[in-house]
């Protein structure tokens, strides 16, 4: 999820206010993409039945 979408959603007006509450750190980023590679990897779509 991109910054400016976590600054949509919490209200705040300066990307710089989202960033000092949103903590991001590279364990922050890794585990993001943790999730993200996660939820991908569960997805199953069966072509045919589209």
């Known amino acids: 999820m ?11 007006s300066s990307p710089t206010t989202t960033a000092r509450y949103a903590h ?14 996660n939820l991908i990897n569960g ?3 069966d072509l045919r039945r589209l």
């Open 43 to 45: 997805l199953h779509v």
């Open 2 to 12: 991109s910054l400016r979408h976590i600054q949509g959603l919490l209200g705040h």
């Open 24 to 37: 991001l750190t590279k364990v922050t980023e890794q585990d993001s993409l943790t999730a993200i590679d």
